[in-house]
């Protein structure tokens, strides 16, 4: 069983940085494409970056160099490091596992969540 668990949100001044991560359980972590998403209260969850098994990674517009994604494949874990955030930044963050190994920019694409975590960009 996967099991999907993410860390690091918090309150934070707009301009300032936040690092996530996403900690997976089992063996074959290596395998697997990572993704980062974020939903506001009324509002679609949307995608914000994707890597894959090898490390080809993609963003959104909204989080071209400002956010990078990254991964860890011997702790088991991909991250998140945002700078630059904005109030509009602010939303639950959710990670996601595609356990095919390619990641993507759809939600279908992915067959493990996270619980997410806040990321509240404010003065």
């Known amino acids: 069983q996967v099991q999907v668990v993410e860390s690091g949100g918090g309150l934070v001044q707009p301009g300032n940085s936040l690092r996530l991560s996403c900690a997976v359980s089992?063996?074959?972590?290596?395998?697997?494409?990572m993704g980062w998403f974020r939903q506001v209260p009324g509002k679609e969850r949307e995608f914000v970056a994707t890597?894959?098994?090898?490390?080809?990674?993609a963003y959104a517009d909204s989080a071209k160099g400002r956010f990078t994604i990254s991964r860890d494949n011997a702790k088991n874990t991909a991250y998140l490091q945002m700078n630059s955030l904005k109030s509009d930044d602010t939303a639950v963050y959710y990670c996601?596992?595609?356990?095919?190994?390619?990641?993507?920019?759809?939600?279908?694409?992915?067959?493990?969540w996270g619980q997410g975590t806040q990321v509240t960009v404010s003065s």
């Open positions: 996601a596992v595609d356990t095919k190994g390619m990641g993507g920019r759809g939600m279908w694409e992915y067959d493990r």
């Open positions: 089992g063996r074959t972590f290596a395998n697997y494409g």
């Open positions: 890597i894959s098994w090898n490390s080809i990674t």
